[in-house]
């Protein structure tokens, strides 16, 4: 899992099948301080993710299969909004 901000939508007016009726995101993964890492990525969305929202994602073959009996074609999948999160950080680090 990582930890990613949305930035954006992804409108697709033609889509295989299966993905009809999810949400397409874009994600720009970032680290516990906040700070952009990595390339932005598009992930699919069933939970209601918005712009702004802080959100955890899971990807890999195993996003495939939000849908239990069906496969979809994706690479990455939002499974969480994020409410909150705590760091702990050394003395030497602030």
Known sequence: MQIGRVIGNVWATRKEDGLN?????IVQPIDSNQ????????AADRIGAGIGDDVLV?????SRYIM???PLPIDAVI????DSTEVMRG???E
């Open 21 to 25: 009726g999810l949400k397409l995101l």
């Open 35 to 42: 700070q952009p890492i990595r390339t932005e990525l598009v």
């Open 58 to 62: 899971t990807s890999g073959g195993s």
């Open 68 to 70: 239990k009996d069906n």
């Open 79 to 82: 499974i969480g909004i994020i």
């Open 91 to 93: 003395e030497d680090d």
